[in-house]
């Protein structure tokens, strides 16, 4: 699981194997080896460096409720997978937070015309 995210979101963010071994300072050949699930138990250190440099909290990795867009897009019905691939992981995640919360849609609703709300009226200072 954690070679396959750092491989998701390698490719969502347009990097190659060699680019992201750079600049996360480690060897390609380690990182290939995590990606393919050769090796399975990184430090926390190599954790914190590939985090680092793909932009997403060290808990990516560990905690399951974090999601590629691609993993998330392959349990979706079909007509939403473009969708979500118009949208930044940091949406999805921010989305699925509100639901895991309880928030229901009518109030994520009502919270989004409230936002829109006081920007007009901060606008029309």
Known sequence: ???????????????????????????KSYLSDIERGV????????????ALVLEVPTEFFFDKSYTT??????????????????LDLGWLQLTQQAASSGLTK?????????ARW???QSSGD
């Open 1 to 27: 699981m954690l070679g396959t995210k750092i491989r998701q979101l390698r490719k969502e963010r347009g990097l190659s194997l060699g680019e992201l071994a750079l600049r996360a300072d480690c060897a």
């Open 39 to 50: 090796r399975d138990n990184p430090s926390i250190q190599f954790i914190e460096k590939i």
């Open 69 to 86: 867009a691609e993993m998330l897009a392959n349990e979706l019905a079909p007509e939403m997978i473009e969708l979500v691939k118009q």
């Open 106 to 114: 009518e109030q994520f609703q009502e919270f989004i015309e409230y």
């Open 118 to 120: 006081k920007s007009s």
